[in-house]
C-alpha cells in the first residue's frame, strides 16, 4: 500500500469494539496524518482491542508487543542470528512494521527497559525514521506505517513512568471503563449472556471500582467480567464464576476476598 489509506474493510470482518467516545476518529485522523498514538488507561478496559479493530478496520498488518522488564530495544529492531552454520539478521516486530507497513502496538510501554524508548524518538517526530545500527541500515517510515504505545497511569511508580520528553512526542487517548449501558452491551455481544445477569456483573464491577486504590490495586476490569460471563454462560455456578474471575484474579488477601464476597453477596440480594 501507498501513502493512500485502504478503503475501509466491513464491519463484519473487523473484531468487535464498542466505542464510548470519538477514540476511533482520533485513531483514523493520527493515521491518515502520521502521527504516533498515546493510549492510556487501566488494565483490561479495552486498548489492546482497541488497537487491533482499528487495525483491521484499517486493512494494515498489526505488530503487538507486550512489553516486559527485560524486553530491550534489540528485542523491537532485531538480532544477528546463527542460522544453518551462517550468521543472518532477523527483523525485529518494529522493523518488520517499518519495512512493510502497519501498525506496530506496544502494550504497557512503560514496562520495557529505558533503552527501548530511545529508538522509539526518531519514529516519534517528522523524521520517521529508524537506525538500525548493527546492519548500517537507516529505515524510513512508510506512509502506512503507525506507532502506537499504551500505559496504565495508575500503576506507575517512580521507577517506571513515561517521561514527558516521552510523552510529548505522541497524541494521547485516554481510556476508562464504559458507561454501565455500553458495559452491559459488551458483556452482552461479546458471551450471548443475557440482560439481567450482564446488568449484575457490571454492577458488581461498578461497586468494586470504588474501593480501587484503597483497598485494591486494581479495578476488576471489563475483561475479567467477560471472562466471568463465558463461565456462566458454559454453565459453570455464579459463586464459582465469581470466584474465579473476579475475587480471585483481583486479590491475594483472605481478608480482602472476604470483603468482595461479601459485597457481591450484597449486590446479588
Not at 176 to 204: C, K, S, W, Y
Amino acid at each position: 500500500m501507498s501513502g493512500a489509506l485502504k478503503e475501509l474493510l466491513p464491519e463484519t470482518d473487523v473484531p468487535f469494539y464498542q466505542s464510548t467516545g470519538n477514540e476511533e476518529q482520533l485513531f483514523e485522523a493520527a493515521w491518515r496524518q502520521h502521527l504516533p498514538l498515546l493510549l492510556k488507561g487501566p488494565t483490561g478496559c479495552g486498548k489492546t482491542r482497541f488497537v487491533s479493530h482499528m487495525a483491521a478496520k484499517l486493512g494494515v498488518p498489526l505488530y503487538t508487543v507486550s512489553c516486559h522488564d527485560d524486553l530491550t530495544a534489540a528485542d523491537l529492531t532485531g538480532r544477528y542470528l546463527i542460522k544453518g552454520g551462517e550468521t543472518v539478521w532477523v527483523d525485529g516486530p518494529l522493523t518488520r512494521a517499518v519495512r512493510h507497513g502497519g501498525i506496530c502496538y506496544l502494550d504497557e510501554v512503560v514496562e520495557a527497559r529505558k533503552d527501548v524508548t530511545v529508538v522509539l524518538h526518531p519514529l516519534t517526530d517528522d523524521r520517521r525514521l529508524l537506525p538500525l545500527d548493527r546492519t548500517g541500515e537507516l529505515l524510513e517510515a512508510p506512509d502506512n506505517f503507525m506507532l502506537v504505545v499504551s500505559y496504565n497511569p495508575g500503576y506507575q511508580n517512580l521507577l517506571k513512568q513515561l517521561k514527558p520528553s516521552t510523552r510529548q512526542r505522541f497524541l494521547a487517548a485516554e481510556f476508562t471503563f464504559p458507561d454501565a449501558r455500553t458495559e452491559t452491551e459488551i458483556l452482552m455481544r461479546e458471551t450471548g449472556i443475557d440482560h439481567q445477569t450482564a446488568d449484575l456483573l457490571v454492577r458488581i464491577a461498578s461497586s468494586i471500582r470504588n474501593l480501587a486504590g484503597i483497598d485494591l490495586e486494581e479495578a476488576a476490569s471489563t475483561r475479567l467480567l467477560i471472562y466471568c460471563a463465558t463461565l456462566l454462560k458454559s454453565g459453570v455456578a455464579f459463586d464459582d464464576s465469581v470466584t474465579a474471575a473476579i475475587v480471585e484474579p483481583l486479590s491475594d488477601d483472605a481478608d480482602i476476598k472476604t470483603g468482595l464476597h461479601e459485597a457481591i453477596g450484597i449486590i446479588r440480594g
